[in-house]
């Protein structure tokens, strides 16, 4: 009876024991990070050691913004993942940063010698009481010599000064450890809050058949990292290719290093519904240009990122401990007066400083994979990746609008622009060895043709001037006439021919009272709705070329209406 006893209590263990998971805790760096525009998908590999059974699988370290819908594990041997979940370790800050530990123990031994301090200041205090009550010489039945007076109140008096002295001595001591633990108490917080950030843990239970060894990766989607487009664009002269270097700043803010990685950068949208689309109508009309404006920034519309929410709700409270262990240690006066003062929230904010713009993409992803090994801390900084590096050929024209500005603005026309994969993105611009500027690339164009900006030519001279001779201002009857004519000329004081667009204009009457006659555009006919002018001239090495535009403007004659432009400057006000 005896053994049939024994043998169902072995069974039960036993039985109880298979259906334990078997725990193992990994802790894996980041192999490869494929880079979207505002996310990016973290691979990690890791050889695991699967016994027969269901097997609990923790990988630490993660990043607290991981989106637990997309972590993915698979495999080269066959498993059954059970179950996939996230979990924050609220203690995993000192194994993931040694220096932590370090402080720590720094922060004992500080308080040990603050305590110490403490105790024989209290020790001398102490004694100085003493020595203050029994400072009445021999009571009051006692007739003491002048010496024996003389030799107490020596006594006293330096023995009063050795221990005043030992007193300021250690208050000064306590005042410079003072300073050292609260430094160090600061430091804790700091680097605690940093490691709070991939403080993550991801819990896989998996299923095997058989003890196995399988290769397996780790896949999921993080946000606060991305990046953007940048250019660098060059060329020698006018007769020469242009040199295009497309690159990329890249930042990460995931809490993360990325050391030594396999970098892919996509222009994808890795939040794409699984659900086919539906044809909408398609709506044609005339594209209007817009100038792209670095400070237009905004909010971006987030939809289904209530996890978010939950891990800033985590690094937050991560956040409470550490300050409330460091600073607070539980004392009620510093409790009063500095928790109210705290806000976690406030930590995430300082190390999120990147903003977000609005562009406009191609529909079509592409994928760019970088050369060589990548390397990123997450500091939420931008670093720069060369993507790649084009030599095109291009037509080189000037524009120029002397009315507003003298100066002709040298554009590159490159065609077939859509095989280069661009994105808008600014661009610096060098020409003939020299930095002309900043200048954007606009991928907003429906035309086969690609103008880039190669900011002002210095060796294309152009000059406005108004015609006094044959300029007037008359009083007729009730109205007044007064006539404008401007000679515009263009010199090239290049080696080679030019062709250059000049745009000027001619007034618009918006009153009935008001009329506008043009008088002279050296042959140009005047786009009535908008009163512009637009020469397309060829200009030789070394000549000039003048175009004139001229007109009238008839109103009443006790009327005042501007017609002369004006800019605005500063100057001193003396």
């Known amino acids: 009876m005896k ?43 890791q050889t695991l050691q699967l016994k027969k059974g269901r097997n609990k699988i923790i990988f630490s370290g993660i990043s607290a913004f991981a989106d637990p819908r997309s972590i993915q594990l698979t495999g080269d041997a066959s498993m059954r993942v059970v179950s996939v979940s996230t979990e924050m370790d609220f203690l995993a800050a000192e194994q993931f940063n040694p220096r932590i530990k370090l402080l720590n123990d720094s922060l004992e031994v500080l308080k040990d010698l603050h305590q110490a301090n403490k105790d024989q200041t209290s020790s001398f205090e102490a004694e100085l009481e003493v020595l203050t009550a029994n400072r009445k010489l021999g009571g009051n039945n006692q007739n003491l010599t002048v010496a024996q007076i003389r030799e107490a109140a020596d006594f006293y008096r330096t023995r009063t000064l050795e221990i005043n002295t030992k007193i300021s001595r250690l208050a000064k001591d306590q005042a410079k450890l003072e300073l050292k633990i609260e430094n160090t108490r600061y430091q804790l917080v700091e680097l605690n809050y940093n490691e709070n950030q991939r403080s993550n843990q991801v819990v896989i239970l998996i299923d095997v058949a058989e003890t196995v060894t399988i290769n397996t990766e780790l896949k999921y989607l993080v946000s606060d990292c991305g990046w953007a487009a940048v250019y660098d664009l060059s060329a020698m002269d006018l007769n020469q290719k242009i040199n295009l270097k497309y690159m990329a700043q890249v930042y990460n803010n995931t809490g993360n ?68 262990n460091y600073v607070l240690e539980k004392d009620a006066e510093k409790y009063e007066e500095k928790r109210n003062s705290f806000d976690p929230a406030n930590k995430q904010q300082t190390k999120n400083p990147v903003s977000l713009k609005e562009i406009q993409i191609s529909e079509l992803m592409a994928e760019f994979p970088i050369q060589g090994r990548f390397s990123c801390p997450s500091d939420a900084k931008p670093y720069k990746v060369d993507i790649k590096e084009m030599s095109l050929d291009a037509m080189f024209t000037h524009v120029t609008v002397p009315k507003l500005d003298n100066g002709a603005f040298l554009l590159a026309h490159i065609v077939g622009w859509q095989d280069l994969e661009l994105m808008p993105g600014p661009t610096n ?23 880039l900006s190669f900011g002002r030519d210095s060796k294309v001279t152009v000059f406005r001037k108004l015609k006094s ?17 401007y000679e515009i000329a263009i010199r090239n004081n290049r080696s080679t021919p030019v062709v250059i667009d000049v745009f000027d204009q001619v007034p618009i009457a918006r009153n009935s009272d008001i009329s506008v006659t043009v008088d002279e555009l050296s042959g140009v006919v005047q786009k009535e709705e908008t009163g512009e002018a637009n ?40």
């Open 429 to 451: 611009v060098y020409f003939g060895g020299a930095y002309v500027g900043v200048s954007e690339i606009d991928t907003r164009n429906i035309s086969d043709t690609l103008s």
């Open 469 to 485: 001779e044959m300029s007037s201002k008359k009083v007729i009857g009730g109205s007044r006439k007064d006539s404008y004519l």
């Open 535 to 574: 020469w397309k001239l060829s200009v030789q090495p070394g000549e000039v070329k003048t175009v004139q535009i001229g007109y009238t403007v008839k109103y009443p004659k006790d009327a005042k209406i501007t017609i002369m432009s004006y800019r605005t400057v500063s100057c001193p006000a003396f």
């Open 257 to 324: 290093n990325w050391n030594d990685v396999e970098l892919t950068l996509s222009t994808g949208d890795p939040k794409l519904s699984a659900s086919f689309p539906e044809l909408s109508p398609w709506y044609l009309n005339y594209y209007e240009a817009t100038k792209m404006n670095k400070k237009n920034y905004y909010t971006p519309q987030v939809v289904n990122e209530d996890y978010r929410q939950l891990a800033q709700s985590n690094i937050n409270d991560a956040n409470q401990r550490v300050y409330d």
């Open 3 to 45: 053994l049939l006893l024994l043998a169902f209590v072995f069974l039960v263990t036993a039985t109880t024991l298979s259906q334990q998971s078997q725990v193992q805790y990994v802790n894996s760096d980041i192999k490869r990070v494929k880079l979207f525009l505002t996310s990016g998908e973290m691979l990690h590999e």
